[in-house]
């Protein structure tokens, strides 16, 4: 009986050892180090997939599909901002609306064609957003090298209008007989450029008065004089604020500040007073702010009563009676916010309105997420922030009677070629901007808007900032070649 257990055991050892080996022989090879070896322990005991069954995770709901125009477009814009491109195209599409809305009918009655100013706004909008994609693919490092070029040719392009025999269009002056041209709109972006270069070479020279406010005085003085001389002081007085509020993000005194400030606007009051055509402007607004319906210059009564005919909802696209002979002038151009105020009532007006505080907002958030340490980057995003907003707030601000008659346009809505191009070009170089500002590093510091310390407003390093305390020690940054 003990030899027939023995016998038993035996046998049922020999097959245990059998199948051991018949699974190592048909187990897959492990790894012989590292954590190889170990994930290998992990996934021995776990159940093998089927070979016919795809590893590729579902495609969730609403995701584009591979290979598709969206998931090409959103790998294309995936480094970019994103919301401002969704800003920036709704501005557009509305503002290609509403030209054609408020054109339609004078266009027919004078040039026969109905679609006369949409297919000139629609060309140029093409046009725009070809300069858009190619500056937002350009390093904006670019425009740091080349500022003093693109000043220098902005200068000869403001003094053609002077020499040759320029178009007048209200007080811009324009290089073709259509108004599409007009070189104070290119200055805008150029001396923007200018500005953030020289004050991101400044450093903490910029608080000292012969190498700060005078040249950045004498620059912004030749520049606005030439623009003055068009006469356009709508756009003299926005080049002044946006050079103003550069001035002080790039870490300007406030002693300076104030001192440029009243120079710059006693210039400009003083010129006003010199010309017959802004001082007729002046006296139109005290007029409307005395009696809005029925003072002031028949343009601005016009604009007054388009917006308060409007309502909350509007008249409807197109449905507009005022825009016709005896209606608001330039219903396309200056005067379109009055336009879209009577076709889509408040609510269309304040649904602008948060556009452009959204392309505010996003803009300072470029700017503080710029990854420069040298600055140009932020400075750059905020003068191109401020030059857009500013506009637009200038803009509406003139049809709601709160500032006088300027001839500005509103970005991306109003018809202009000139006006829209460039402003689309200032949109790609932010762009590009928050491109890098997404690709920084992580351990880079990201740029921050400093408080009132007498130091760089506009900061992400420590050059600009209050030396430490005696005995702390400190360690300098390794200079990046």
């Given at each position: 009986m003990l030899g027939f257990r023995l016998v038993k055991k035996k046998g049922a050892m020999a097959r245990k050892k059998r199948r051991e080996s018949t699974a190592a022989v048909l187990a897959p090879p492990r790894p012989r180090w590292g954590a190889g070896a170990e994930s290998s322990h992990k996934t021995e005991s776990a159940p093998s997939r089927s070979p016919t069954r795809s590893s590729a995770r579902p495609r969730r709901q609403g995701q584009a599909r591979p290979g598709s125009v969206a998931s090409f477009l959103a790998a294309a814009?995936?480094?970019y901002d994103q919301p401002l491109l969704i800003v920036v195209g709704t501005l557009l599409m509305l503002g290609l609306f509403?030209?054609?809305?408020a054109s339609f009918a004078i266009a027919y009655d004078v040039f026969e064609r109905s679609t006369y100013f949409f297919v000139?706004?629609?060309?140029?909008?093409?046009i725009g957003v070809a300069t858009l994609l190619l500056f937002m693919r350009i390093d904006y490092h670019l425009w740091q090298r080349l500022a003093v070029p693109i000043l220098l040719g902005i200068l000869a392009f403001l003094i053609m209008p002077l020499i040759v025999n320029a178009a007048n269009f209200g007080a811009a002056q324009s290089l073709l007989e259509s108004g599409s041209i007009q070189p104070s709109e290119a200055a805008k972006l150029a001396l923007v450029i200018y500005n953030a270069a020289w004050l991101a070479s400044k450093g903490s020279r910029l608080r000292q008065v012969g190498s700060g406010l005078i040249p950045y005085a004498i620059i912004l003085a030749v520049v606005d004089g030439l623009i003055i001389m068009e006469p356009d002081f709508g756009t003299a007085t926005l080049l002044v604020v946006i050079a103003v509020a550069m001035f002080f993000v790039a870490g300007a005194e406030i002693k300076q500040l104030f001192i440029g400030t009243l120079l710059s606007g006693s210039a400009l009051?003083?010129?006003?007073?010199?010309?017959?055509?802004?001082?007729?402007?002046?006296?139109?607004?005290?007029?409307?702010?005395?009696?809005?319906?029925?003072?002031?210059?028949?343009?601005v009564r016009k604009i007054i009563t388009a917006l308060?005919?409007?309502?909350?909802?509007?008249?409807?696209?197109?449905?507009?009676?005022?825009?016709?002979?005896g209606g608001v002038p330039l219903p396309w151009s200056d005067s379109i916010f009055a336009i879209l105020g009577n076709e889509l009532g408040l609510?269309?007006?304040?649904?602008?309105?948060?556009?452009f505080l959204t392309l505010a907002y996003r803009g300072l958030r470029i700017t503080m997420n710029a990854p420069d340490k040298d600055h140009f980057g932020g400075i750059l995003a905020f003068g191109i922030t401020c030059w857009l907003v500013f506009q637009a707030f200038i803009n509406i601000a003139v049809i709601t009677a709160t500032a006088p008659l300027t001839g500005m346009t509103l970005?991306?809505?109003?018809?202009?070629?000139?006006?829209?191009?460039?402003?689309?070009?200032?949109?790609?170089?932010?762009?590009?901007?928050?491109?890098?500002?997404?690709?920084k590093e992580p351990d880079h510091a990201p740029t921050g808007l400093w408080r009132w310390n007498g130091g760089a407003r506009l900061s992400g390093d420590s050059r600009d900032r209050e030396p430490p305390p005696p005995g702390r020690r400190t360690v300098s940054p390794r200079r990046v070649r």
């Open positions: 814009f995936r480094d509403m030209v054609y809305s000139r706004q629609l060309m140029w909008t093409t009051a003083f010129f006003i007073s010199q010309s017959t055509h802004a001082m007729q402007r002046v006296h139109d607004f005290v007029a409307t702010i005395k009696d809005p319906l029925n003072g002031g210059s028949y343009h308060a005919s409007g309502g909350l909802l509007g008249q409807g696209i197109g449905q507009s009676q005022i825009k016709g002979e609510f269309g007006t304040l649904f602008v309105l948060g556009l970005p991306f809505i109003s018809f202009g070629g000139s006006s829209l191009v460039t402003s689309l070009a200032g949109v790609g170089i932010l762009l590009n901007i928050s491109r890098a500002g997404n690709r």
